[in-house]
């Protein structure tokens, strides 16, 4: 999908006449009309036609803007990032910025989408992706030292996350073992890592997060969970590329740095933002639940899990409040 030309037209939420919209374009008002309408129908945006007053977007629309992304970006991450695409729509950022990996592309790549046909959750789930709702957007890195060397990086990852979330909007949010990004028990944003190339030497990785900013009404029907937005939140919270530059400027120098220091410097500021510390869980590795006391994580980002033979290190799974469910 195209992004209509004219939609920053509309983005402020005010009444813009057919004829004035046309004229912007060069086009017919019928071809403004047929535009909006196609628009209105793959993204399920509201556009309201009144006769004698135009188009408008009720409530506007927050667009992603390169200019404002960059005008935002701190020296050090705009140093780091090489290139930075924003699409109106792709099947998944993740998706895309591993078939770029696989096509040859080197790192420092950020891919930003305004919506999401297939967005990927952990484990298999589906990401709702409404348009210019929330934040979608993955990272490509490259690393030298395979996936030994990258233990506990999604979990800097929350951490890097958190703190932009903190110092953009005022957001303290907390952190669920391995990668949740949660407020008050309902989830805020998440994380998924995947990786192409060689698990014991040069790799890529794609970091792909999903924040909740303004999540439409109609959308969050299709989501399985407690959930939460930054609009509910912090209401001044700034624009989404602002927002989108406050996370790239955490986020580029931790996978900049990542490879010689590890999780371990990264670990204090995850224990004191863990949700589930000294909480009972039961963990399921998709092989088997184990029940026990979710007592923080080690210096490789191991849960460690309180059983009842003895504390048990895991790398992988997810973990969930026991009795809950
Ligand atoms: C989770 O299940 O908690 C992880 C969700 C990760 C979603 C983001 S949205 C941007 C990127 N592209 C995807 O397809 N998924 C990630």
Known sequence: MSLPVLLPLLADGEFRSGQQLADALGVSRTAVWKQLNRFAQQTGVEIESVRGRGYRIPGGLDLLDRAAVEAALSPAAAGLLRELDIVAAIDSTNAELMRRAQAGASGGLACAAEQQSAGRGRRG?????????????????????????????????????????????????????????????????????????????????????????????????????????????????????????????????LLAGFEAGGFAPWRDEWLALDAFAGVPVVLDTGARQMAGIARGVDERGALQLETTTGMQSVYGGEISLRGAG
Do not use: H
């Open 125 to 253: 789930r589906t990401w709702v992706s409404p348009f210019a709702g929330n934040l979608y957007f993955s990272l490509l890195w490259d690393f030298r030292s395979g996936a030994a060397a990258l233990e506990g990086l999604s979990l800097a990852v929350g951490v890097a996350v958190a703190r932009a979330l903190a110092g953009a909007c005022q957001v303290q949010p907390a952190l669920k073992w391995p990668n949740d990004i949660q407020y008050g028990g309902a989830k805020l944003g998440g994380i998924l890592l995947e990786m192409s190339g060689d698990a014991d030497g040069a790799c890529q990785v794609v970091v792909g997060i999903g924040i909740n900013v303004a999540m439409p009404r109609e959308a969050a029907g299709e989501i399985d969970q407690a959930w939460t937005d930054l609009r509910t939140l912090a209401p001044d919270c700034p624009s989404r590329s602002e927002l989108l530059a406050a996370l790239l400027n955490e986020l580029l120098p």
